[in-house]
């Protein structure tokens, strides 16, 4: 009776199997497994180191180590031989014994950047995989890639540590610093070993929540299900994985579905300029005639208050701003117009403030809620999520969400103008420069700064020093003999003083401001509202996370200039400015080598803007380092973890 029902099962399986083959060929791939030899080269994988004995995930046995039996199979190890062959009749008695009491002997396979290939046990492989078996028991080797700089090997060395720790071949990322973020998201510190119950409970609720993503089509996706589950933890606590039905949890996973989405792609959607006029919306603008348009109530959330901060300060200029725009003034008044509202929120602080103040500003009526401290993209994510008809945006730079999108200045042209100023009013070649934090986009802004001084004084080197390290880093330049230095950028447009910006030390020691760059938050915020307004925020239909990025062109940042500097300098920093506003200039756009001497550029091409958002590394004539976030001081560290430039650091 058993061996009858083995053999109803085989002819399942071959018509399976037929199927699978028939599916690959349609879209030019191989209709068999792979082959070690030929994915890792024949030197690598005659070369490996025995791990033991593993439970294996079923789905990621995905091949042979040599070619001898891969007809055999489909790429799912499903039987690809007619029911008379001497294989079936092997396939037939192995399932009848899994029928009856088990399939027990382990099979010997090799791992290779997490996949294996099997070396003996092919048959258990496909009997198993048939009946959908979540893990086979194996004995595994594993062959060691060769070294590599790509982000792909590093990962696999993190793997290794996190195999260390957990025995479990479960998940397997391709991008350093996911398996810290997923320890921390489960709540193991990295590096420490996980026990019995750990290892059980993540496999249990990791395979609950694949099921459930692969059911809502997850495997069309080019995301795989432990990349999912990072965004999913993102926004749900892991905990709760395990006590959530199956109906909230497709719930949940649907409404997270967009970010998910945003991951098949390597990077953010990088709008370097305001949508054009172009891309308006027609029949939005002929509603705004008919109709009078979209009515917006804009919130403003701070993690600081105005008068602690001068960083909530700027934005508090940029909200007043976006009211002079929209509103009318009578008599000295300032009227809000009906099309557009705005009210601010301050003092979110705290994760459970931020997340409660949030979702005040969206119970009373927020249509557009802008975040505008970074520390504020995770709680923004949360409830963007919950309410995915209001528009979230976050003051941050290169953050992988499509329902929240981002913006920041591009820093880097301005620091491009302070630069050649710097180089200009130093006497002895020695520039000092303070930066705030290792970040995205910080590198950028200091080889602009640097290029620029090399621009009006070939021998100018820059001294950095870091605001988010212990000491006093303008008081250290000072001492060390340095008389220019560039400090913070201010983000308040009406407040030019030594505290921001480049200045210079006169005779007598006084600190004499020279320029800085400024942030004109109303200019950006007034664009985002007009683009709402005319229908092209939802003029781009990709799936992809948007980051806006511009620059001085359109206004959001600018160069203000005092009366101390010198008249043939100011004439040099509005050239440059206008070279940068009409593209005539690209500060990177010129032979450049790095401190190691590493040629970044031969002078025949420029960078893009993921290239220079990713930057991570310094000009020849910048003294100093990128620190590393175990350097930073412990106010620094979070927004550091958050937006660091060696993500890998720590989750």
Same mark, same amino acid.
């Given at each position: 009776?058993?061996?009858?029902?083995?053999?109803?099962?085989?002819?399942?399986?071959?018509?399976?199997?037929?199927?699978?083959?028939?599916?690959?060929?349609?879209?030019?791939?191989?209709?068999?497994?792979?082959?070690?030899?030929?994915?890792?080269?024949?030197?690598?994988?005659?070369?490996?180191?025995?791990?033991?004995?593993?439970?294996?995930?079923?789905?990621?046995?995905?091949?042979?180590?040599?070619?001898?039996?891969?007809?055999?199979?489909?790429?799912?190890?499903?039987?690809?031989?007619?029911?008379?062959?001497?294989?079936?009749?092997?396939?037939?008695?192995?399932?009848?014994?899994?029928?009856?009491?088990?399939?027990?002997?382990?099979?010997?396979?090799?791992?290779?950047?997490?996949?294996?290939?099997?070396?003996?046990?092919?048959?258990?492989?496909?009997?198993?995989?048939?009946?959908?078996?979540?893990?086979?028991?194996?004995?595994?080797?594993?062959?060691?890639?060769?070294?590599?700089?790509?982000?792909?090997?590093?990962?696999?060395?993190?793997?290794?540590? /996190?195999?260390?720790?957990?025995?479990?071949?479960?998940?397997? /990322?391709?991008?350093?610093?996911?398996?810290?973020?997923?320890?921390?998201?489960?709540?193991?510190?990295?590096?420490?070993?996980?026990?019995? $119950?750990?290892?059980?409970?993540?496999?249990?609720?990791?395979?609950?929540?694949?099921?459930?993503?692969?059911?809502?089509?997850?495997?069309?996706?080019?995301?795989?299900?432990?990349?999912?589950?990072?965004?999913?933890?993102?926004?749900?606590?892991?905990?709760?994985?395990?006590?959530?039905?199956?109906?909230?949890?497709?719930?949940?996973?649907?409404?997270?579905?967009?970010?998910?989405?945003?991951?098949? /792609?390597?990077?953010?959607?990088?709008?370097?300029?305001?949508?054009?006029?172009?891309?308006?919306?027609?029949?939005?603008?002929?509603?705004?005639?008919?109709?009078?348009?979209?009515? #917006?109530?804009?919130?403003?959330? !701070?993690?600081?208050?105005?008068?602690?901060?001068?960083?909530?300060?700027?934005?508090?200029?940029?909200?007043? !701003?976006?009211?002079?725009? /929209?509103?009318?003034?009578?008599?000295?008044?300032?009227?809000?117009?009906?099309?557009?509202?705005?009210?601010?929120?301050?003092?979110?602080?705290?994760?459970?403030?931020?997340?409660?103040?949030?979702?005040?500003?969206?119970?009373?009526?927020?249509?557009?809620?802008?975040?505008?401290?970074?520390?504020?993209?995770?709680?923004?994510?949360?409830?963007?999520?919950?309410?995915?008809?209001?528009?979230?945006?976050?003051?941050?730079?290169?953050?992988?969400?499509?329902?929240?999108?981002?913006?920041?200045?591009?820093?880097?042209?301005?620091?491009?103008?302070?630069?050649?100023?710097?180089?200009?009013?130093?006497?002895?070649?020695?520039?000092?420069?303070?930066?705030?934090?290792?970040?995205?986009?910080?590198?950028?802004?200091?080889?602009?700064?640097?290029?620029?001084?090399?621009?009006?004084?070939?021998?100018?080197?820059?001294?950095?020093?870091?605001?988010?390290?212990?000491?006093?880093?303008?008081?250290?330049?000072?001492?060390?003999?340095?008389?220019?230095?560039?400090?913070?950028?201010?983000?308040?447009?009406?407040?030019?003083?030594?505290?921001?910006?480049?200045?210079?030390?006169?005779?007598?020691?006084?600190?004499?401001? #020279?320029?800085?760059?400024?942030?004109?938050?109303?200019?950006?915020?007034?664009?985002?509202?007009?683009?709402?307004?005319?229908?092209?925020?939802?003029? $781009?239909?990709?799936?992809?996370?948007?980051?806006?990025?511009?620059?001085?062109?359109?206004?959001?940042?600018?160069?203000?200039?005092?009366?101390?500097?010198?008249?043939?300098?100011?004439?040099?920093?509005?050239?440059?400015?206008?070279?940068?506003?009409?593209?005539?200039?690209?500060?990177?756009?010129?032979?450049?080598?790095?401190?190691?001497?590493?040629?970044?550029?031969?002078?025949?091409?420029?960078?893009?803007? $993921?290239?220079?958002?990713?930057?991570?590394?310094?000009?020849?004539?910048?003294?100093?380092?990128?620190?590393?976030?175990?350097?930073?001081?412990?106010?620094?560290?979070?927004?550091?973890?958050?937006?660091?430039?060696?993500?890998?650091?720590?989750?």
């Amino acid at each position: 009776m058993i061996r009858t029902e083995a053999l109803e099962e085989y002819a399942k399986a071959l018509k399976l199997g037929l199927k699978e083959a028939r599916e690959c060929q349609a879209k030019n791939l191989s209709p068999n497994p792979e082959v070690l030899h030929q994915v890792a080269g024949e030197l690598a994988a005659d070369s490996s180191i025995r791990i033991g004995l593993a439970d294996i995930p079923a789905h990621r046995i995905v091949g042979t180590k040599t070619a001898g039996r891969i007809s055999a199979f489909s790429p799912s190890f499903l039987p690809l031989l007619g029911r008379d062959t001497e294989f079936a009749m092997k396939w037939v008695d192995l399932c009848a014994a899994h029928l009856t009491e088990g399939i027990r002997e382990p099979i010997v396979c090799y791992e290779y950047y997490g996949n294996f290939y099997v070396q003996e046990g092919n048959k258990r492989v496909s009997v198993l995989r048939y009946f959908e078996a979540p893990r086979i028991c194996g004995i595994v080797h594993r062959v060691m890639p060769a070294p590599s700089e790509e982000p792909r090997y590093k990962a696999y060395l993190e793997f290794i540590d /996190f195999y260390k720790c957990t025995a479990m071949y479960d998940v397997q /990322f391709t991008v350093p610093g996911c398996y810290a973020r997923l320890c921390s998201a489960v709540g193991i510190p990295w590096g420490e070993k996980w026990t019995t $119950d750990d290892v059980r409970r993540f496999r249990a609720y990791f395979q609950y929540f694949r099921e459930a993503f692969i059911a809502l089509g997850g495997e069309a996706l080019t995301v795989s299900p432990e990349n999912a589950l990072l965004v999913y933890l993102e926004v749900y606590d892991f905990a709760d994985l395990g006590k959530v039905s199956s109906a909230e949890l497709r719930d949940r996973l649907q409404k997270t579905w967009k970010n998910i989405e945003a991951r098949a /792609f390597q990077k953010p959607a990088v709008k370097t300029e305001p949508p054009a006029a172009s891309s308006v919306n027609p029949a939005r603008l002929l509603s705004q005639m008919i109709v009078g348009g979209e009515r #917006l109530n804009v919130a403003f959330v !701070h993690n600081r208050t105005a008068a602690a901060s001068p960083w909530t300060r700027g934005h508090e200029a940029g909200r007043m !701003h976006l009211e002079n725009v /929209f509103g009318q003034n009578i008599a000295g008044q300032n009227l809000v117009s009906q099309k557009v509202t705005c009210r601010s929120y301050f003092c979110a602080d705290t994760p459970g403030e931020s997340e409660a103040i949030l979702a005040k500003a969206v119970d009373e009526g927020a249509d557009v809620i802008f975040a505008t401290s970074p520390l504020l993209i995770g709680p923004s994510l949360k409830l963007s999520v919950q309410y995915p008809k209001v528009r979230f945006l976050n003051c941050s730079l290169d953050m992988p969400y499509s329902t929240v999108r981002t913006y920041y200045p591009r820093v880097y042209e301005a620091k491009f103008i302070t630069g050649a100023i710097a180089g200009a009013m130093a006497r002895n070649n020695r520039i000092g420069y303070v930066g705030t934090y290792p970040i995205h986009g910080e590198p950028a802004a200091i080889n602009a700064f640097a290029l620029g001084a090399q621009l009006t004084n070939p021998r100018a080197k820059i001294e950095l020093k870091w605001s988010c390290l212990k000491g006093n880093p303008t008081k250290e330049l000072f001492s060390s003999g340095i008389r220019v230095i560039s400090n913070r950028d201010t983000p308040d447009e009406d407040r030019i003083y030594t505290d921001f910006g480049t200045y210079f030390y006169n005779e007598e020691g006084k600190a004499v401001a #020279l320029g800085s760059p400024v942030w004109k938050w109303g200019k950006l915020y007034e664009q985002v509202i007009r683009a709402i307004l005319n229908g092209s925020w939802d003029s $781009d239909k990709s799936k992809q996370a948007v980051n806006y990025w511009w620059g001085i062109k359109s206004g959001v940042i600018d160069v203000a200039l005092t009366d101390s500097l010198p008249a043939g300098v100011r004439y040099l920093a509005e050239m440059l400015r206008t070279g940068l506003i009409e593209g005539r200039i690209d500060p990177f756009h010129r032979p450049i080598r790095d401190q190691n001497g590493v040629l970044r550029n031969d002078g025949t091409h420029t960078f893009t803007p $993921d290239e220079l958002i990713a930057m991570d590394w310094l000009a020849d004539n910048v003294v100093g380092h990128i620190p590393t976030l175990d350097e930073v001081i412990p106010a620094s560290k979070a927004t550091v973890r958050l937006l660091g430039v060696f993500q890998e650091d720590g989750p």
